[in-house]
């Protein structure tokens, strides 16, 4: 059951671009104690000053943590989600099951009285099956999971295809990472910034800064087996 919720997670990532501006760069996961370097240390105090975030006195980790709570409250606040009084991780629940709610719309399905779990699974079957109609793949005796892992597979190859990125004897991921690159380069050059001598990895966090809101409507394709920012805020109660 784990194993399904994670590519559940990974795919309507992939789909739709679901999560906020800090699913798009690994500096600004959910806040943990792994060491920060100096540059995403300097990314950090440069994001945060962009927020109207004090940074004088705070140490990176204390920074990431507080970066990650405004954007969450922000992405509330456009919601029409109340935070006063409610805790981080109930905020980014409801924020989360909001925008399960507006994709279960989208896709026809009713969600008067449904957990974020319930929804999560519906509209994972859902996109799943559509896009397996869209790129030809057959659906007859395979269940969720392998048609779920099957369908993001196709996706990558696909996708691969369309920016002329060479497959032979590269795995998934790595695919998947180029074409996330790409993206990035692409979306970086469209928004007018200087990308020569960048890496994709300096050009994201730049339009981090520079444009969030372009950022959020980014749909990047994720390395495989990837989901969002919500991830530690939501455990789905430990199912079995």
Known sequence: MKKMMLIMLAFVVA????GSLTSAAPSLATPDKKEISQEDTQFLKEMAKSLGIKTEGKDPIAIKKE?????IKKEAEK???KTEGKDIQKIAMEVHTAHLK??????????????GKTLMKEVFEAKI?????????DTKGKNMQKLGKEVHEKMIMVEAEKLKIKTEGKDLKQIADEIRDSQIISKAKELGLDTKNKE???????????HPEEVKKLKL???YGQHFMFKKHHKMKRED
């Open 102 to 115: 507006e994709e279960a719309k989208s896709l026809g399905i009713n969600t008067e009285g449904k957990d």
């Open 200 to 210: 994709p990895k300096e050009l994201l966090k730049e339009m981090m800064i520079k």
């Open 79 to 81: 919601l029409g989600i």
């Open 129 to 137: 099956s559509k896009k397996a109609k869209e790129l030809g793949i």
């Open 221 to 223: 394709f994720p390395s």
């Open 15 to 18: 789909l739709t671009g679901f």
């Open 67 to 71: 970066i990650h709570e405004v954007l």
